[in-house]
């Protein structure tokens, strides 16, 4: 079964515009990643925030984490055209062991 | 230094038939999993092998199977194929002592079962 689940299930914007997807999960985790998938491909890890962290940034994103809430958002600023993919929200906790529990994703485009 | 790499890329089989799908993980890396993505959904995880051993499984049936040889590669084998095991499957490949359990994906082998 799916741990987080995604929200929007699609997101259109322009070049130039933030975009902000959340996710949301059901039990207590380790760690919450997030990863890009291109066109059905394979996924791309992109950030990694620990559960005893709030906010994290990495180039153009910015991740934060509320575990009172069980929820997590990732922020892409100046969405280039480039960052059209489907992003995906990751949890890894000590029930699930080395297994990554993923959402069903954002799917994301970025029109020019 | 190459990445994940999986092969085939994309294979057609007809129900009841038997599949092997192969992997070899980014250099570095001992543990390998698999994952099956539906259309439209996330990553489901099957199982992942570490020291030639399934170490963990998935929600997935008897049917779907795995090896994992001593240079770390691996094979996901599926018996008996439904058309419901049409997918997208993924190698995933990480370090065992990476507490943080990041995995580095390839770019999957899409199977489609007529």
Not at chain 2, 28 to 51: K, R
């Amino acid at each position: 079964s799916q741990q987080g689940e995604e929200d929007p299930q699609a997101l259109s914007i322009q070049e130039g515009e933030n975009a902000t997807m959340n996710c949301s999960y059901k039990t207590s985790i380790n760690n919450l990643q997030w990863y890009r998938q291109n066109s059905g491909r394979g996924l791309v890890h992109l950030i990694l925030i620990r559960s005893n962290e709030r906010e994290k940034h990495s180039g153009r994103l910015r991740v934060t984490l509320d575990t009172s809430k069980k929820s997590s958002s990732l922020l892409i600023t100046a969405s280039r055209a480039a960052d059209t993919a489907s992003y995906f929200c990751a949890t890894a906790n000590s029930n699930s062991g080395y297994a990554l529990n993923f959402g069903k994703g954002t799917s994301l485009l970025v029109t020019p | 230094d190459a990445g994940v790499t999986q092969s085939p890329t994309h294979l057609i089989k007809t129900r009841g038939q038997q599949v092997t799908l192969r992997c070899s993980p980014k250099s570095g890396h001992d543990t390998v999993s698999w994952y099956q993505q539906a259309l439209g959904q996330g990553p489901q995880f099957i199982f992942q092998y570490y020291e030639e051993e399934e170490r963990q499984r998935g929600n997935f049936p008897d049917r779907f199977s795995g090896h994992q040889y001593p240079n770390y590669s691996s094979e996901l084998n599926v018996n008996a194929l439904l058309l419901g095991d049409s997918a997208l499957y993924l190698c995933a490949s990480g370090e065992r002592e990476h507490r943080k359990n990041i995995q580095y994906f390839g770019a999957g082998t899409r199977l489609s079962v007529l």
